[in-house]
């Protein structure tokens, strides 16, 4: 229904069902991977990391900093010209 709280096991089993339609369940893409490339890629955009943190409701800061280190690490290779 409109305008209430998402039930997050149903999100997940819809997610679930998508996935097994367009058959990438088996490529190891799952919702829980889909929430990591939107925090990637938000800190490769330029957001703080504290504003990612707060975005995905980490309570530290340091949580979101694992994704970070793959941020950090892309552009390393990317100034580089390791590609």
């Avoid at 058959?23 to 890629?41: E, F, M, N, P, V």
């Avoid at 979101?64 to 690490?73: D, F, K, M, P, Y």
Wanted: net charge positive; proline share 0%; hydrophobic share 50%.
């Amino acid at each position: 229904m409109l305008g209430r709280l998402l039930n997050l096991d149903s999100v997940s089993k819809g997610f679930a069902i998508l996935a097994w339609m367009v058959d990438i369940k088996g490529k190891g893409i799952s919702l829980h991977s889909c929430r990591h490339i939107g925090a990637t890629q938000t800190l490769v955009a330029g957001s703080d990391v504290r504003t990612v943190a707060a975005f995905l409701g980490h309570a530290s800061a340091a949580t979101t900093l694992v994704v970070g280190q793959v941020v950090t690490a892309t552009q390393g290779r990317a100034v580089a010209g390791d590609w």
